[in-house]
């Protein structure tokens, strides 16, 4: 019988549409269940999404719908992106379902009647028009951050559960279980910076909003989300406190919950106590994975820097950014995203090694074979040597695989495919074909081309599945369902040979990517600031050749040290400069990039026009103007290094 494998996802919010650093850890827990499976276990994938809570109910009520009506659309979204991403699920749970919301409510009820659930109140600053509980620092100027009224300091009746009563019996867990919680650094912060310094009670009820699971004992109040959310992994299996299913039986504990760093603490200390109260087995490992930011910045609507996986899937292709987000993301760091990066890494991992290596070697037997895969001979030492580094990268990458470090385990199956590439250039099977004689020793190259390429492929199923099934589709192989399945290709024929990952033209991809409306606007503003600038160099050409003093004086010149600057994105004249002029420090957008180096101009002394009206160039804003001379050959006018930032010019 196989072993069973059970691995979730944490359950998405569906305040909003979920985004591409979301949506990434549904890729890499699919990666790690097709792999499981490939490995002969009989896995069960969870994944889902969270719906109750009251941000959920205030967006449902700030779009005029009822809260089920908007976590239904959202949801719909949310399976949608996963189902475009190939996850392979056993079951979608949305905590709005019938069997998840009894079970939960169960659960509530046994956890209150043998004490760990106790009733007691909850003190907070309270602010009554809006029916709400703040915290001292949420408030602004000691007022209700929403409404801006003065809020009393009041109690709420609600329920607590006990962690404080389980607190030694985890802390035991996890110094007996090292790899309960991994990477380690997980383990440590949670360690020192929660259970250490000792637990509270944790409050996991709400009367303040309706949407959520009722309390069946206690009209008015609703089930904290977390206890409502984290019972899923357990609700989603058939568990009742009633009686379990068969399928709890045999799925629970599961063997990983997959979920973001920043959500370890509520799977390792609360969900750990809940299970301990139930009297279940804790799971066997929580997987913090690092964080997808969007360039250096965190994903957020209002940096208006969010990425989501339906458009990039239509932009790039479903492989190309399961490719990259698994072999960008490690183990512990955050990871990046941009568009210059995706494209990258695809032409450099997926066009150049794996893809040109397959279409050349089918490309090399169609021409040198009439496309009919030949037997292998005798291997001589370049052969040997192929094989030896293909069984240590394999080796390798299933050592990694098996840790759950898919970017490691993905680098080692690159290099399988950089192996071939060597032993093309080693074997130069061209010159081989030259040669009637050589005909069987070009055969055997051709051969363990494919063979090298093939065990490769395996292992790129769970990454890239649909293209890793193209690949064997192109050698006549019937796609592996287990890894040690043996594959046979001898003779297979080769008929077509579809481009595998194509190159891509950075230049012309970026150009379609970015937004109509961003282009329509640059379009327009490059046209303002020509028009402006024509308009400055006219004015400059009828400067009068007499001005009053008093028109001097209206220029407020002030000396300023240049502290930051870098080029401005999208343009090859301009540069954004942040200047230290004593009061403040100005950013200035100078039209100067084809003369200085940023790095160049960073502590130098220059003259700021202080006074000049603010002007947005390439959407940066300008706050004054540094003197320069000359039009052709652009120097900055420098002023001696002892003199003080802020100095007035006259
Ligand atoms: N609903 C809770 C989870 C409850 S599990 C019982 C939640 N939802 S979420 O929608 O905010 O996040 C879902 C998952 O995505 C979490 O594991 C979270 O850490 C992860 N991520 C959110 N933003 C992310 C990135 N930018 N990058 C990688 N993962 C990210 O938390």
């Known amino acids: 019988m196989k072993e069973k494998f059970y691995i979730t996802t944490a359950i998405a919010y569906t305040s909003k549409k979920p985004h591409i650093g979301n949506t990434y850890e549904v890729i890499l827990t699919d990666a790690i269940a097709r792999y499981k499976r490939m490995r002969g276990y009989d896995v069960y994938f969870l994944t889902g999404t969270d719906e109750h809570g009251q941000k ?6 700030s779009s005029g719908i009822t809260p089920k009506e908007y976590v239904d659309k959202v949801a719909g979204e949310v399976k949608a992106i996963w189902d475009t991403f190939g996850a392979t699920y056993d079951r979608f749970i949305r905590t709005t379902d019938d069997d998840h919301v009894a079970a939960v409510q169960g659960i509530f009820r046994k956890l209150y009647e043998q004490g760990d659930i106790y009733k007691g109140s909850y003190e907070g600053l309270y602010c009554t028009p809006c029916e709400s509980f703040w915290t001292p620092s949420q408030l602004v100027d000691g007022k209700c951050p929403e409404c801006g009224r003065e809020v009393i300091k009041t109690s709420e009746e609600a329920y607590f559960l006990r962690l404080s009563k389980y607190a030694d019996q985890l ?19 949670m360690v020192n910076n929660f259970l250490k310094p000792g637990l509270q009670d944790l409050c996991v009820s709400r009367s303040s909003f309706s949407w959520g699971v009722p309390v069946d ?11 409502d959310a984290l019972s899923n992994y357990i609700t989603a299996l058939g568990y009742t406190v009633d009686g379990c299913s068969e399928k709890y039986k045999k799925l629970w504990p599961a063997d990983v919950h997959v979920v973001g760093k920043d959500i370890v603490r509520f799977h390792t200390i609360y969900w750990p106590i809940i299970l301990l109260a139930l009297g279940e087995p804790l799971p066997k490992k929580v997987l913090g994975h690092p964080w997808l930011l969007s360039g250096t910045d965190k994903m957020s609507k209002s940096r208006g820097n969010v990425l989501y996986g339906d458009d990039l899937a239509k932009q790039f292709g479903v492989d190309v950014i399961r490719y990259y987000l698994l072999s960008e993301m490690g183990f512990t760091d955050d990871g990046t995203i941009t568009y210059e990066n995706i494209i990258k890494t695809t032409n450099a991992d997926l066009a150049n090694v794996l893809g ?39 080796a390798k990458a299933l050592a990694s695989f ?23 250039d080693v074997t130069t099977p061209w010159v081989l074909a030259k040669d009637p004689e050589m005909k069987e020793r070009l055969g055997s190259v051709m051969h363990n081309l494919v063979d090298g390429i093939l065990r490769g492929a395996k292992l790129m199923l769970p990454i890239i599945p649909e293209s890793a099934k193209g690949i064997f589709k192109i050698y006549g192989v019937d796609v592996p369902e287990d890894l040690s399945d043996d594959i046979c290709f001898s003779g297979n ?31 327009k503003e490059k046209k303002a600031e020509e028009k402006a600038q024509k308009k400055a160099e006219k004015k400059e050409e009828e400067a009068p050749s007499e001005i009053e003093i008093g028109d001097f004086m209206k220029v407020k010149l002030t000396v300023g040290e240049i502290l930051e600057c870098e080029k401005v994105e999208k343009s090859d004249k301009l540069l954004k ?16 990039a084809k003369f200085y180096e940023p790095n160049a101009l960073i502590g130098k002394k220059i003259v700021l026009v202080s006074n000049l009206k603010p002007a947005k160039l ?33």
């Not at 959920?56 to 009520?61: G, V």
């Not at 802390?171 to 912060?189: A, L």
């Not at 021409?367 to 292998?376: L, R, S």
């Open 618 to 650: 390439r959407g940066v804003d300008s706050n004054g103007m540094i003197l320069c001379s000359g039009e052709e050959d652009v120097r900055i006018v420098e002023i001696a290094s002892d003199v003080p930032n802020g100095t007035g010019i006259r």
């Open 217 to 227: 004992f206690d009209n008015g109040h609703v089930i904290y989300v977390w206890v």
């Open 402 to 424: 098996d840790e759950y470090k898919v970017a490691d385990a993905l680098k080692s199956v690159l290099e399988i495919f950089k192996c071939c590439n060597k032993y093309i």
């Open 493 to 523: 024929v080769i008929d077509e040979v579809p481009i595998l990952f194509a190159r891509i033209d950075e230049k012309k991809m970026l150009s379609e990517l970015m937004p109509k409306e961003d282009k329509k606007a640059e379009k």
């Open 577 to 592: 400069l942040i200047v230290d002029i004593e009061t403040e420090k100005r950013q200035v957008v100078s039209g100067i």
């Open 56 to 61: 959920i109910q205030e967006a449902a009520e």
């Open 356 to 394: 040109n290596l397959v279409n050349r070697t089918a490309a090399m037997i169609k021409q040198y074979f009439g496309g009919v895969i030949p037997e292998a001979s005798e291997k001589n030492s370049d052969d040997v040597e192929l094989f030896e580094q293909i069984d240590k990268y394999f």
């Open 171 to 189: 802390m035991k867990h996890i110094e007996e279980n090292p790899d309960f919680i991994v990477p380690e650094m997980r383990k440590n912060e």
